[in-house]
């Protein structure tokens, strides 16, 4: 019921307002993806319906004028028939249809492939506007609430993995050690996301410990950059992450 009925919906909500509603904890990966693949088939639909409607009855009215000799003695039905694709491309329906479909897409890509339960955007730009302003800071002094320019940013990181992805970027790990003072730092360059490394989580590699640092997006095969410390000691856990890469290729 939740995964495909009720969190779909709510799926389309900003993060801050689910937040508000006390849905913060809530299982939000399968339910966006179901979301996100029901905006953009329905999207489909939609612009398949619109498309028959639109030239259908666009052609005809046009061809009937044309038969009463209302536009002119040299009008072929293939000129009607071009202006009506024109019309129908540019109409702000068909453009509104065809964003829903990207967002769709994108929306899927994300959940699937990255996690990121994101909302609409026409509705984060509604909040960053309307309640934003009026939101509560929290003790930390940060805005507690999901801005159209991150939803934005995030739908981008999204796309860019996902073409990555479809690209067919290598597998591999790239490694760089380098010493800062007395630790030993590594910094390792993925071509797709590693979803459990949340700074600052500890990774075991080998037989030693690393502290998670940070982690950032660049360009490049391997966009995927992660900053690990090596610690003096550690100890085997649950919450310890195993990183063992096959053939990585290292640099110094």
């Known amino acids: 019921m939740w995964n495909y009925l009720i969190g779909p919906i709510l799926a389309l909500l900003p993060k801050a307002w689910r ?7 809530a299982p939000w990966g399968r339910a966006t993806v179901v979301s996100g693949l029901g905006e953009s088939l329905a ?5 398949g319906y619109w498309y028959m409607y ?18 002119g003695p040299n009008v072929t039905v293939q000129e009607i028939g071009a202006v009506a694709l024109t019309v129908w491309m540019t109409h702000p329906l068909t453009l509104l ?13 994300a959940a699937a492939f990255s996690e990121e339960s994101l909302g609409v955007l026409p509705l984060a730009m509604v909040d960053w506007i309307l309640f934003r302003p009026f939101r509560r800071l929290n003790p930390t002094g940060v805005m507690a609430t999901e801005s159209a320019a991150s939803n934005a940013r995030s739908l981008v990181d999204a796309l860019r993995e996902w073409v990555l992805i479809l690209r067919g970027v290598p597998e591999t790990d790239e490694l760089h050690f380098r010493n800062d003072g007395r630790e030993e730092l590594v910094e390792i360059r993925a071509s797709h996301r590693k979803r459990e490394w949340i700074p600052p989580r500890t990774v075991r590699f080998e037989d030693a410990y690393y502290r998670l640092e940070a982690s950032a997006i660049k360009k490049g095969p391997r966009p995927f950059y992660y900053t690990l410390r090596r610690l003096p000691s550690g100890v085997p856990g649950r919450s310890v992450l195993i990183y063992a890469p096959a053939d990585a290729p290292n640099a110094k």
């Open 97 to 109: 249809l065809g964003y829903l479909m990207l967002e769709g897409a994108v929306r899927f890509c």
């Open 43 to 47: 999207a489909l639909v939609g612009i």
């Open 19 to 25: 937040d508000s509603l006390f849905l913060s904890n």
């Open 54 to 71: 639109a030239m259908t009855t666009w052609v005809d009215t046009a061809v009937s004028r044309a038969l009463d000799g209302k536009l």
